[in-house]
């Protein structure tokens, strides 16, 4: 696999380069937003098949490199920072990023990570949607399984990858509680315990962009459901 490596210290860089080729990727070197950008354009190379990108760069935001990235092409994204804090995680979700990674981190961490988002998005699989057709309303939240679009009140809502195939699983069964275990099995396809986070920075950012705080429960210890009862569930 091809990876785009986005960091400004080249002696991170060259650390973290030696391991994952080791591990049999192949490396391209970005010290900045710019060369990042760059590196995405050229045509008749393969492609790249996730993009480490550190935010902490010298010539623009990596937020800012992140939503440019984004409108360039659906290579999975996934953002290396010391900012941990959950706001800084849901905007870097909401911008596009697949996952969040924050230092110091162990370098199975990110391997792990890196290998999730790539089984998730690979070839003939990206865009697939939980079982099932149609289109699910849940009160004013509509849901198309086939087209993965999802409105609020008429108004449609830009959900990444994961976070609608998070809510259209969810609709599949309102009222039932879904395991973390479960969702983390069938959404994100890994049993890997440190996926669990990344579970919690979804359903916080789905409830914002929802503008629906009390449509996912939190079952404490257990994991979460849609509150809204099952008669609100209809086909199309």
């Not at 049993?191 to 079952?219: F, M, N, Q």
Request: glycine share 10%; charged share 25%; net charge neutral.
């Amino acid at each position: 696999m091809r990876l785009l490596l986005v960091e400004d210290d080249n002696h991170v860089a060259a650390a973290l380069s030696a391991i994952l080729a080791r591990h049999g990727f192949d490396v391209v070197h970005a010290r900045n937003g710019e060369e990042a950008l760059q590196a995405l354009l050229p045509a008749g190379q393969q492609p790249f098949g996730v993009v480490l990108l550190d935010l902490g760069l010298p010539d623009q935001d990596g937020y800012e490199v992140c939503g440019k990235i984004r409108k360039r092409t659906s290579t999975p994204v996934i953002m290396v920072t010391a900012r941990a804090d959950v706001r800084s995680r849901i905007h870097g979700l909401n911008l596009g990023a697949d996952d969040y990674v924050v230092k110091p981190y162990d370098t199975g961490e990110l391997l792990a990570r890196i290998h999730a988002v790539s089984r998730r998005t690979a070839p003939g699989d990206e865009g697939a949607a939980p079982a099932g057709e149609g289109a699910l309303r849940l009160g004013s939240v509509a849901i198309e399984l086939s087209t993965r679009r999802v409105s609020v009140d008429g108004e449609v809502v830009q959900l990444t990858r994961k976070e609608f195939d998070l809510l259209a699983l969810l609709a599949q069964r309102p009222g039932v509680v879904f395991r973390r275990e479960q969702i983390i099995s069938e959404v994100w396809r890994t049993s890997w315990e440190g996926t669990g986070r990344t579970l919690e920075v979804h359903v916080a950012s789905l409830r914002a962009k929802l503008s629906r705080p009390a449509l996912i429960e939190t079952v404490r210890g257990v994991g979460y459901r849609l509150a809204a009862p099952p008669a609100s569930l209809q086909g199309p």
